[in-house]
């Protein structure tokens, strides 16, 4: 028997480690397969193939892993990470307008972009000024404003905005509220609305849910917060 | 409950989602940390190129394309960090004078006393490969890539993947031969 290939089963051969951890096209599989049936040679190193993987595996599974701190000293890495991409804006380089269309072009999904645009604009029409983006919860930028800085006094509501509802809409249904944003949005897209500027009896709380529920071209979803 | 795919975890932490980074830690880093240990041979520097890989993880999930599998990106960078650490070491070990003998091909003892013992001889000799050809035999016996998967990762056309496979399996034979252990072939 012969163990010198020809041209055809030296190319074969090549193929012979990916036949043999199953990682090769139907047709170059049916090749190997056809060569085999003629080919002892080719079996037989196909034998030694089967015998060399059986000694990596091996070899590879005996490495045990990384030490049990390993994952935790990672995550505290992480947590001194930088926010991600679509918070890392060089807010010393860029200019406010910039700033503002990367940030909203950075923003996913789409209904983000589009409510913090929106946002902008109802913050505003409120009159505040929008001093700079502050990290926020996973996912989405958060706007600070020099007006409204984190409010804790008083009663909130969590609501979404209709993606197709108009700023001066918006602007005009938080004045007759006397409501203002005061955080948002939000990676879920919700934005925390202060309605009252200390804790509201039940029922007048539930008056002002009720008639934000009712501008329903403005409001999708309200929910009450603290 | 149906599982996220590694692609959708990618996108979560693209987002920022700690949670989604433990997730997909807890399904690779095993793997990673194998292919980097076997390549340096040194569980400290292994474990700092883990973490470095998943902390390029966290800050590159953005811009992962999909091109490849989650796992042949991470082997990739995981490949990147590991020869990075090798080269440093080589220039290290240069700068000092000394030689490092990658492959040595002279009757080694540890050898000898496994002659008995084919699949342990085997076993040795594979040890002694260049780090080159440990990691095509890891990726395509160990991590089961394909030819297309080994090119990306190894960074070399999908024929010079062949040809280096080729060439470790002979280098094994060769070392094994030179240790008394002939398999006929090549």
Redesign the interface.
């Given at each position: 028997m012969s163990?010198v290939l020809n041209d055809m089963e030296r190319e074969i051969?090549?193929?012979l480690?990916?036949y043999h951890?199953?990682?090769?096209s139907a047709a170059d599989r049916a090749r190997v397969e056809s060569a085999l049936k003629t080919s002892a040679e080719l079996r037989?190193?196909l034998d030694?193939?089967a015998?060399?993987?059986?000694?990596?595996?091996?070899?590879?599974?005996s490495?045990s892993?990384?030490?049990p701190r390993?994952?935790d000293?990672?995550?505290a890495?992480?947590e001194v990470?930088p926010?991600?991409?679509?918070?890392r804006l060089d807010a010393v380089k860029l200019g406010f307008m910039e700033r503002l269309g990367g940030l909203i072009g950075a923003l996913?999904p789409r209904k983000l972009a589009y409510a913090a645009a929106l946002a902008m604009a109802v913050i505003a029409a409120q009159g505040v000024v929008i001093t700079g983006i502050v990290p926020g919860?996973?996912?989405a930028p958060q706007y600070q404003t020099a007006s409204a800085p984190a409010v804790s006094e008083g009663s909130f509501v969590l609501v979404s905005f209709a993606p197709e509802a108009k700023a001066s809409a918006i602007a005009e249904l938080l004045k007759s509220l006397n409501a203002s944003i005061t955080e948002g949005p939000r990676?879920s897209g919700l934005y925390r609305l202060r309605i009252g500027d200390k804790a509201l009896p039940k029922a007048e709380a539930e008056r002002i849910i009720a008639r934000l529920q009712a501008a329903r071209d403005v409001v999708v979803l309200v929910a009450p917060d603290r | 409950m149906e599982r996220d795919s590694d692609e959708d975890l990618v996108r979560r932490i693209a987002k920022g989602d700690n949670l989604a980074m433990r997730v997909l830690y807890a399904r690779h880093h095993l793997r990673a940390f194998r292919f980097l240990q076997r390549l340096l041979k040194d569980e400290a520097l292994a474990e700092d190129a883990l973490s470095e890989v998943f902390l390029d993880v966290w800050r590159q999930a953005g811009s992962f394309e999909g091109r490849s599998s989650v796992s042949t990106w991470l082997l990739a960078m995981a490949r990147n960090k590991a020869w990075s650490a090798l080269r440093k070491r080589r220039e290290s070990a240069l700068d000092e004078g000394v030689a490092e003998a990658m492959e040595d091909e002279g009757d080694d003892p540890e050898v000898q006393l496994q002659k008995s013992d084919k699949g342990a001889a085997i076993r040795a000799c594979m040890e002694k490969l260049s780090p080159e050809h440990r990691e095509v035999l890891d990726l395509v016996y160990y991590h089961e890539t394909s030819v297309e998967e080994v090119a990306m990762i190894v960074q070399i056309p999908e024929n010079t993947v062949k040809t280096r496979l080729f060439h470790a399996r002979k280098k094994l034979a060769e070392l094994l031969k030179s240790n008394g252990i002939d398999r006929g072939w090549p």
């Amino acid at each position: 028997m012969s163990n010198v290939l020809n041209d055809m089963e030296r190319e074969i051969e090549d193929l012979l480690p990916f036949y043999h951890n199953g990682r090769i096209s139907a047709a170059d599989r049916a090749r190997v397969e056809s060569a085999l049936k003629t080919s002892a040679e080719l079996r037989r190193r196909l034998d030694l193939i089967a015998e060399e993987a059986e000694i990596a595996i091996a070899l590879n599974e005996s490495v045990s892993g990384p030490s049990p701190r390993a994952l935790d000293a990672l995550m505290a890495k992480i947590e001194v990470e930088p926010k991600h991409a679509a918070h890392r804006l060089d807010a010393v380089k860029l200019g406010f307008m910039e700033r503002l269309g990367g940030l909203i072009g950075a923003l996913s999904p789409r209904k983000l972009a589009y409510a913090a645009a929106l946002a902008m604009a109802v913050i505003a029409a409120q009159g505040v000024v929008i001093t700079g983006i502050v990290p926020g919860g996973p996912g989405a930028p958060q706007y600070q404003t020099a007006s409204a800085p984190a409010v804790s006094e008083g009663s909130f509501v969590l609501v979404s905005f209709a993606p197709e509802a108009k700023a001066s809409a918006i602007a005009e249904l938080l004045k007759s509220l006397n409501a203002s944003i005061t955080e948002g949005p939000r990676a879920s897209g919700l934005y925390r609305l202060r309605i009252g500027d200390k804790a509201l009896p039940k029922a007048e709380a539930e008056r002002i849910i009720a008639r934000l529920q009712a501008a329903r071209d403005v409001v999708v979803l309200v929910a009450p917060d603290r | 409950m149906e599982r996220d795919s590694d692609e959708d975890l990618v996108r979560r932490i693209a987002k920022g989602d700690n949670l989604a980074m433990r997730v997909l830690y807890a399904r690779h880093h095993l793997r990673a940390f194998r292919f980097l240990q076997r390549l340096l041979k040194d569980e400290a520097l292994a474990e700092d190129a883990l973490s470095e890989v998943f902390l390029d993880v966290w800050r590159q999930a953005g811009s992962f394309e999909g091109r490849s599998s989650v796992s042949t990106w991470l082997l990739a960078m995981a490949r990147n960090k590991a020869w990075s650490a090798l080269r440093k070491r080589r220039e290290s070990a240069l700068d000092e004078g000394v030689a490092e003998a990658m492959e040595d091909e002279g009757d080694d003892p540890e050898v000898q006393l496994q002659k008995s013992d084919k699949g342990a001889a085997i076993r040795a000799c594979m040890e002694k490969l260049s780090p080159e050809h440990r990691e095509v035999l890891d990726l395509v016996y160990y991590h089961e890539t394909s030819v297309e998967e080994v090119a990306m990762i190894v960074q070399i056309p999908e024929n010079t993947v062949k040809t280096r496979l080729f060439h470790a399996r002979k280098k094994l034979a060769e070392l094994l031969k030179s240790n008394g252990i002939d398999r006929g072939w090549p």
